[in-house]
C-alpha cells in the first residue's frame, strides 16, 4: 500500500466517523433528525463492501415535513434580497471549499470513484455555487416590450418550493448543479438523494445551513425512489421536480406529477457518439476517447460511449485505444494514482458484465477486459472495448454506464450521422475533424443537445446542459436554470391614450 492512499484511508476513516451510530436520517427545518419512517436499510462502500452506515427510509409523514418547512421558509426566502442571497451562496461555497477533501474522500467511499476525479467535484460544486450567487441579484429581470400605447415588461418570480432528486453518480456534484439555481432564484428546495450514495447530500445540508441559510430553505429526505421519491413528486405543495437519473425513471416522475401538474425538468440517460474521421488530429482525439469513457469509471450520463470511427483508419486507431485500456489503473479509489475504482453496487456490476454476454451472443469482439477483476474483492470490472459493433446491436443501443466503450467502423458523413442518430438517446454527441464544414455539417445534423468539436466535454457555466429525445426534457446552466426554477410575469401599463372598448354605454 503506497503511503498516500494509506494516509488517505486514515482521513477517510475519521470523515466517516460522523456516520456511525444512529442511522443516517433528514435534515428538515434546518435540523438533523431521524423521521418518523421505521424501514432502515444499510449503505455499504462498494470498495469492500464494509458499512459506511444505515440509512433511514423517509416516509410520506417525513416528505410532507420537509414540504412544509420549504412552504414556510419560502416567503421569507423569495423576499431575501439577490445581494443577500449572492452573499451566502458565496458563504456556502467558501465552507465547500474548505471542507472539500473530506467532501471527497466520502464520496470516493460511498460510490468507488477515484480520488483524482472526485477532488475536482468538490472544487465544482463550489464553483456551482459561486456561480449562481453572481446571478441571484439579476434572477428576476426581465424585458421591456413596449407597444404603441402600453408598456409591457416581464419580471420573473421564484416558483416556490421545489424538489431536487439526484443520481449516485458523482452526487454532489449534481447536487449542488440544481440546488444552487434554485436557491439563487428564490426557491426552497427538498433533496432526496439516491439511496446507493447518501453521504455527501447531508454535508451539504448542513453547509448551507452553517452558511447562514434560513432553516427550512434546502431540507434532505433520505429513502429509496419508489417510496421517499414518489411521494415528493407527488406532493400537492411542491411546485416542480428537478431530476436526475434513467430515462425509465423520467418517465415515471413525468406521470407522477401530472395530476398536481408540477413542472418537471429531466436529465436523463445518454449513448452519446464520438465520431472520428481520418484527417482528425489522432493524437488529441485518442485522449479525449479514452478519457471520456474510462474517467469517472464510465458512470457518466456525457460518457462517449460509443466510437464511430472511419473505417480508412479504424484498425490503427482502434489498435491504439487498446493499447491505452490495458494499461489503465483500476484499483482503490483513495490510491492517487487509481484511474478506475470499484463501481458503485454489485447489481450495477451484474448489469454492466450483462452486457458482456450480450456482446459474444451479437457476435462482437472483446478486444480488452471483459471480466470482473479478480482478486480486488468489491465490484470492479475491467475497462472494456468491444469491436466489430453494429449500430443495431444492444451494445450500441443501450445505455451500459461502466467502462465499457463499443466501437462501429462508419464509410462517409452520411453514414456517420445515420449511425449516430439511429438511438433512443439525445444527450451529447463529439466530432473529432480538421474540416470545419464538415464539424459544422455534422454538429447541426446529430441528435444530441449538447455537440463538442474537437473537445471532450469541456464545461461552461453560462451555456446550456441538456438532451433530447429519450435523454431529456429541459437545460440547466446559466440563464436556462431560471427559467426553470422561475415563473415570467408579464405586467402591461397603459400610457392612458388608448380607446378602451365600451359596453352597454
Ligand atoms: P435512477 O433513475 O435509478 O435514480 C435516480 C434518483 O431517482 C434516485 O435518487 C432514486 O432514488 C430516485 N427514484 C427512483 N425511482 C423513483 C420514483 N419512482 N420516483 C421518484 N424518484 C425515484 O438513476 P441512477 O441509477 O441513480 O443514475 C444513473 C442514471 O442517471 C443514468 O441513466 C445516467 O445517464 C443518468 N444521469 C443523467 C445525467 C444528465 O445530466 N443527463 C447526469 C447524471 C446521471
Redesign the pocket.
Known amino acids: 500500500m503506497s503511503a498516500a492512499l494509506a494516509s488517505n484511508l486514515e482521513k477517510a476513516a475519521r470523515a466517516l466517523e460522523r456516520f456511525r451510530g444512529a442511522p443516517l436520517g433528514h435534515f428538515i427545518g434546518g435540523r438533523r433528525e431521524r423521521g418518523r419512517g421505521t424501514e432502515v436499510f444499510e449503505n455499504r462502500s462498494p470498495v469492500d463492501g464494509s458499512l459506511l452506515c444505515k440509512v433511514v427510509c423517509g416516509n410520506d409523514e417525513d416528505v410532507d415535513a420537509a414540504a412544509q418547512a420549504a412552504k414556510t421558509a419560502f416567503d421569507a426566502w423569495r423576499k431575501t434580497t439577490g445581494p443577500a442571497r449572492r452573499a451566502l451562496l458565496h458563504r456556502i461555497a467558501d465552507l465547500i471549499e474548505a471542507r472539500s477533501e473530506e467532501i471527497a474522500l466520502i464520496e470516493c467511499l460511498d460510490t468507488g470513484q477515484a480520488l483524482r476525479f472526485m477532488s475536482k467535484a468538490a472544487e465544482r460544486g463550489a464553483e456551482n455555487f459561486r456561480f449562481f450567487a453572481d446571478r441571484a441579484p439579476g434572477s428576476a429581470d426581465g424585458l421591456a416590450l413596449p407597444a404603441a400605447e402600453h408598456l409591457n415588461y416581464t419580471v420573473r418570480e421564484p416558483l416556490g418550493p421545489v424538489a431536487v ?6 452526487p454532489f456534484m ?1 447536487s449542488t448543479w440544481k440546488i444552487a439555481p434554485a436557491l439563487a432564484a428564490g426557491c426552497t428546495v427538498v433533496h ?5 450514495s447518501p453521504l455527501t447530500a447531508m454535508l451539504l445540508a448542513e453547509i448551507v445551513s452553517e452558511a447562514g441559510v434560513p432553516p427550512g430553505v434546502v431540507n434532505l429526505v433520505n ?4 417510496r ?3 411521494a ?2 407527488e406532493h400537492p405543495d411542491i411546485r416542480a ?1 428537478a ?8 418517465s ?2 413525468l406521470s ?1 406529477g401530472a395530476p398536481t401538474l408540477k413542472r418537471v425538468h429531466l ?4 449513448k452519446n457518439p464520438v465520431i472520428v474521421f481520418d484527417d482528425a488530429d489522432l493524437d488529441r482525439a485518442l485522449d479525449a476517447v479514452v478519457f471520456m469513457i474510462y474517467s469517472l469509471n464510465g ?4 460518457s462517449a460511449s460509443r466510437l464511430l470511427v472511419q473505417r480508412s483508419i479504424h484498425d490503427r486507431f482502434v489498435a491504439r485505444i487498446a493499447e491505452r485500456v490495458r494499461r489503465l489503473k483500476v484499483g482503490h479509489p483513495l490510491d492517487p494514482a487509481t484511474e478506475i475504482g470499484p463501481l458503485v453496487h454489485e447489481r ?1 456490476l451484474e448489469k454492466v458484465l450483462s452486457y458482456f454476454e450480450v456482446a459474444r451472443g451479437e457476435g462482437a469482439e472483446i478486444r480488452c477486459g471483459g471480466r470482473r477483476v479478480a482478486g480486488l474483492g468489491g465490484p470492479y470490472v475491467e475497462p472494456t472495448l468491444l469491436t466489430g459493433a453494429r449500430g443495431a446491436m444492444r451494445i450500441a443501443q443501450e ?1 451500459i ?1 461502466g467502462p465499457v466503450l463499443t466501437v462501429i467502423p462508419f464509410d462517409d458523413e452520411a453514414d456517420a450521422l445515420r449511425i449516430a442518430n439511429d438511438v433512443r438517446y439525445g ?1 451529447a454527441a463529439y466530432v473529432w475533424t480538421e474540416n470545419a464544414g464538415r464539424a459544422l455539417r455534422i454538429a447541426h445534423g446529430v441528435d444530441a443537445g449538447m455537440v463538442w468539436v474537437n473537445s471532450e466535454n469541456n464545461r461552461h457555466l453560462p451555456a446550456p ?3 433530447i429525445k429519450a ?2 426534457i429541459g437545460r ?1 446552466g446559466g440563464d436556462y436554470s431560471f427559467d426553470f426554477y422561475m415563473e415570467t410575469k408579464n405586467i402591461c401599463l397603459a400610457h392612458g391614450t388608448h380607446r378602451v372598448p365600451k359596453l352597454a354605454g
Open positions: 432528486i439526484t443520481p449516485w453518480n458523482t449534481l432526496k438523494p439516491a439511496e446507493w429513502g429509496i425512489g419508489e421517499t421519491g414518489r415528493l413528486t421536480t431530476f436526475i437519473g434513467e430515462s425509465s425513471t423520467g415515471l416522475i407522477q436529465e436523463l440517460g445518454g458512470e457518466r450520463c456525457t450495477h445505455e454506464f444527450l446542459f441538456g438532451g435523454s431529456g440547466d
